[in-house]
């Protein structure tokens, strides 16, 4: 059976596993983003070597969700912020040093595929990927296919301008958008520590709030109304038949999906269904290693049994 390698690389873990072409995980491993400082390329050439040496198997190939603009056509990150990227040949990079095809795209894009194939919109053509961790990020699967647009930039709703309060203050691509500095899980951490000169994250500021910390719960709940303005206007927009929530603040859980849900319906008439990610941890991992087999296939060059 054909495997891959998955790499999710975010701007503070880099998730690899090997994957078989249904999902099923052979082996999995997390590493610090900075592990070696900024020095990110020498990171990710490790991780893979590391990765390639647990194998038994030939490696179909390599797949790389990314944290900024990708052209997922040539491989070239336009921007990633998060690691002071600009035109960045990195499929290029990688096929040269390992001689394996490499596919490299947007990382909520990647867990977007993982969410369709094996997630919780398994039964929908028309949906959302949302992930709220130190940033937000967003995959649009509409259609029956992703939806990238015409510079690759769909879904950067982390730049929402949601209110007027947006146009006191200037936002560019290599620092957070509106939406991101208000809803965030990194947001949540600022925001607490600019009042109370401790810094704790996100998880600990949602545990003290459920414990009657006041200044948890103001946080909290303004975390809730800016999230229920952006996914409110993702609805109104898209009409997708779910939004499936993903990254380190949906470990929150149920409690969490319920109280967006109430905020989304205090502010729209409309249809709306919010899920939790199934994929879960590794979801963008898992997403890059199958979209490996989603090339092959769309080219026709293998056919695989990916489950699309």
């Keep these: 059976m054909p495997i891959s390698i998955g790499l999710d690389i975010g701007g503070t873990n880099i998730s690899a596993v090997i994957c078989d072409e249904r999902g099923n995980i ?4 997390t590493r610090k983003s900075d592990y070696y400082g900024d020095q990110y390329l020498r990171n990710i050439e490790e991780i893979i070597e590391n990765t390639i040496k647990e194998s038994n198997d030939d490696i179909s190939g390599i797949g790389i969700g990314v944290p900024g603009t990708v052209d997922h056509n040539t491989g070239n990150i336009i921007v990633c912020p998060a690691f002071n990227w600009r035109n960045v040949q990195l499929k290029e990079h990688i096929e040269s040093k390992f001689g394996i095809s490499t596919f490299i795209d947007n990382d909520v894009n990647i867990w977007t595929l993982a969410e369709k194939y094996l997630g919780a919109a398994k039964d929908y053509d028309d949906f959302v990927m949302i992930t709220i961790g130190t940033g937000i990020g967003c995959g649009l699967y ?3 296919k992703l939806y990238r647009g015409h510079s690759f930039e769909a879904g950067e709703i982390g730049y929402l301008p949601l209110t007027i309060e947006a146009y006191n ?16 899980a990194s947001a949540a951490s600022r925001i607490y520590r600019e009042i109370t000169n401790k810094n704790i994250d996100c998880k600990e500021i ?19 109304k800016y999230l229920g303005l952006g996914i409110s206007s993702i609805f109104c927009i898209l009409n ?3 939004v499936v929530i993903g990254g ?15 905020k989304i319906k205090s502010l729209i008439p409309l249809d709306i269904k919010l899920s939790l990610t ?8 898992v997403g890059s290693a199958l979209s490996i ?13 990916v489950p699309i």
């Design 26 to 29: 052979l082996y999995s491993h």
């Design 142 to 144: 509409i259609g029956g």
């Design 169 to 184: 203050e200037t936002f560019s691509e290599n620092n957070f958008g509106f939406f991101e500095t208000k809803a965030s």
């Design 206 to 224: 949602f545990l003290q709030a459920k414990q009657g910390d006041k200044i948890a719960k103001k946080v909290v709940d303004d975390i809730y």
């Design 240 to 242: 997708p038949q779910i």
């Design 248 to 262: 380190g603040m949906a470990e929150e859980g149920t409690e969490f999906l319920n109280e967006l849900t109430r």
């Design 278 to 285: 199934q994929t879960k941890k590794y979801g963008g991992a």
């Design 293 to 305: 087999f989603y090339e092959m296939n769309s080219k026709g060059t293998v056919q695989t049994n």
